[in-house]
């Protein structure tokens, strides 16, 4: 029997909350204690953050925290075996969001076979432009794994094209440039979920820049769910950083977790 759960269940009981987390920061364990507890704290599906050398798409907080995962000894190989130990305890989707080289280095055919051993539904490449996603995706897709699709507000006349041949959700990018808190969203992206909108029935989160209870309460009233990263990994740092047992840190993220989703309603 297959581990993956369909993407379409983080959006079956109202708006979805998506956590971003960066594997083997502090380290692997601790990773493994925080999703279980993020996912009974009420995420509604989990990010994987497999670390690379050059995360173009990540500001300094997730670089730095791929940075400190790296040198830890997180490996593709080991994140896999970690999540193909969480998956039993928990019934939420699992994605991963990583780089093109990552998947170049471990196989396109291998990556996507391992996804759907470990139970993983979905993968994020945020460096693939949307032309050149065939090379990625057919492998995924043979293994029922999805390409998630992201929009940002420079893809601009490709939006009806992405959003058609989306699969899973679309990841909605609030701002340009990178992740990281901001302490304001100024895109309009309620008009951009409205061209997706017109095309496909295809669930929209929205992520980047998300820190908040009320900016998630305001990007989840324009959307079917969202997604915060940076601020976890800043806050998992922090405590790591203090010296919390791995115990602590979980704690805490799931009281996090749990404000953030409550802020959906």
């Known amino acids: 029997m297959t581990k993956q759960v369909p993407i379409a269940r983080a959006f079956s009981r109202g708006k979805a909350f998506i956590p971003f987390f ?53 490996t593709t190989d080991k994140i896999f075996e970690m999540i193909d130990q969480v998956r039993p305890d928990l019934e939420c989707p699992f994605v991963i969001m990583t780089y093109a080289n990552v998947v170049f280095s471990y196989g396109p055919e291998r990556f996507a076979r391992r996804c759907a051993q470990v139970g ?58 990178v992740t990281g808190m ?42 079917d769910g969202v997604i915060v990263g940076s601020a976890l990994v800043s806050r998992i740092h922090e405590l790591a950083a203090a010296g919390k047992a791995a115990d602590d840190i979980a704690a805490d993220i799931a009281g996090r977790v749990s404000e953030l989703k409550g802020a959906l309603g």
């Open 182 to 223: 901001r302490s304001n969203i100024t895109t309009d992206v309620g008009a951009i979920v409205e061209k997706i909108r017109s095309v496909t029935d295809t669930p929209c989160a929205i992520g980047f820049g998300i820190s908040s209870p009320e900016q998630a309460a305001r990007m989840g009233a324009l959307s």
């Open 22 to 74: 960066t594997c083997g920061d502090p380290d692997l364990d601790t990773t493994a204690q925080i999703i279980r507890a993020a996912g009974r704290a009420g995420a509604d599906l989990i990010e994987f953050g497999v670390p690379f050398s050059d995360p173009t798409a990540e500001g300094p907080v997730i670089q730095a925290s791929s940075e400190r995962a790296l040198r830890g000894g997180a």
């Open 120 to 177: 993983v539904s979905g993968v994020i490449l945020p460096d693939v432009p949307f032309e050149e996603k065939g090379e990625f995706e057919a492998p995924l897709a043979a293994h029922n794994v999805d390409l998630i699709s992201l929009i940002a507000p420079t893809s601009e006349d490709r939006i009806e094209a992405i959003a058609r041949a989306a699969r899973g959700f679309l990841y909605v990018v609030s701002s340009m440039g």
